[in-house]
């Protein structure tokens, strides 16, 4: 079946300092989606992206969807601790296919 | 963004008893909504997808039978874990989707703990 590679499992950062996650897959997507989900929490949406070659911001958040349909990034520039927690990438194949394939997820950790 | 509910946050039940838990989309109408179950530190698994008045499409090795879905309205659906064992505790999350949407949003999440 599909799969997403994410990457990295985890991050240890700096107050401050940028972020930057990916995911992969060996098959096409057509929507790119990024969800950050807090402990005891659903996911929350961040960011969804629907054509190849997309660059979308909201705020501190940017992801691009890949010209392949293959991947995805995400980078949160200027890290503060609210900013801590598992970020999820998931992708929908088509819009007849309504389920999407999730990330393993990026676990977020901020040093204050 | 769109507004999902769940309904209860928390539950404790004791093993071989049923577990209803609602999934609400408040202002907007959800044709089609999914169930997943979270493990600790794993990600989402789906178990199953239902549209507005028709059977639940479950995921591969997730018994029909066992987690029981009904999406009566557009606005509701609900998850039932019959016979409920320990192996059942998990948090268990719904989302929606509207009719033009492309995303999902999901709720809040359910902890189940079987007993």
């Known amino acids: 079946g599909q799969q997403l590679n994410q990457s990295p499992q985890s991050m240890f950062i700096q107050e401050g300092e940028d972020v930057s996650m990916n995911c992969t897959s060996s098959?096409?997507?057509?929507?790119w989606l990024w969800y950050k989900q807090d402990p005891g929490e659903g996911p929350v949406l961040l960011i969804a992206l629907y054509k190849a070659g997309e660059l979308t911001s909201n705020g501190r958040l940017t992801a691009q969807f890949g010209i392949t349909r293959k991947d995805s990034f995400l980078n949160i520039s200027a890290s503060i601790p609210s900013d801590v927690g598992i970020y999820f990438c998931a992708g929908q194949g088509s819009q007849g296919a309504q389920k999407l394939v999730f990330g393993q997820g990026t676990r977020l950790t901020i040093n204050p | 963004g769109a507004v999902v509910s769940q309904h209860p946050s928390r539950v404790i039940c004791k093993s071989g008893t049923s577990v209803k838990i609602e999934c609400r989309s408040l202002d907007f109408q959800a044709t089609t909504m999914f169930w997943y179950r979270q493990f600790p530190k794993q990600s989402l698994m789906l178990m199953a997808t239902?549209?507005?008045?028709?059977?639940?499409?479950?995921e591969q090795g997730v018994e029909k039978d066992k987690f029981l879905i009904n999406h009566a309205s557009l606005t509701l659906s609900t998850l039932t874990v019959t016979s409920a064992h320990p192996e059942d505790s998990s948090f268990y999350i719904c989302s929606a989707r509207g009719q033009l949407a492309d995303t999902q949003y999901f709720g809040p999440g359910t902890r189940l703990t079987v007993l």
């Open positions: 239902s549209n507005e008045g028709s059977k639940a499409t479950y």
């Open positions: 098959s096409i997507f057509n929507t």
